[in-house]
Each structure stands twice: as C-alpha cells, then as structure tokens.
C-alpha cells in the first residue's frame, strides 16, 4: 500500500491522468532484473478501455521479468518534440 501524498494539492486527477494516458505514445516500465536489481525499458503504448496496453512479444527478457514479480511501476512520456534531423 502507497503512502497517500504529501502534497495532495499537486496530485494529478484521475480525469487529468487519463487524458495523459489517452495521449501518450511512450511508457519508461520498471520492474526488476531476475537478480533484483532494477531494469527500465521504454515502449509503445495504447490506453484504451481502463486498460494500458504497451508492446511486447509473447516471450524475452522482459516477460520473464514480470513473470518473475508482476509488481512494476510506470512513467508516461506525455509530449515528445524530438528534432529528428538532429539525430543520426
């Protein structure tokens, strides 16, 4: 069980947290390695229906991360404007 927030006035609302969700392209996932240290992994992402769908294939590392300890935490990557002229 989380502990509730200290500032509760800068918490997202549930409205507003799912408009981010609707919108998102991208999830950073952490779980942990099958050692117990920490593994973080970016994916696409779809939120539809309550649910966060993100891309996987139906075996590898990170299923077997999560089949290992299903408890993961997730950060939404909101708004992306990378200038991809300036990558190579």
Known sequence: MMKPMRKAECQTSQEEAIRILQQ???LSVAMLNEDGSP???MVD???????IYFHGA???Y???CMKKD????FSVIGKDDIAKENFT
């Open 24 to 26: 998102c392209k991208y």
């Open 58 to 60: 139906a075996e590898g």
């Open 70 to 73: 299903p408890h993961v935490s």
């Open 45 to 51: 992402c779809l939120y539809d229906d309550g649910k």
């Open 62 to 64: 990170k299923l077997d």
């Open 39 to 41: 593994y973080n992994v």
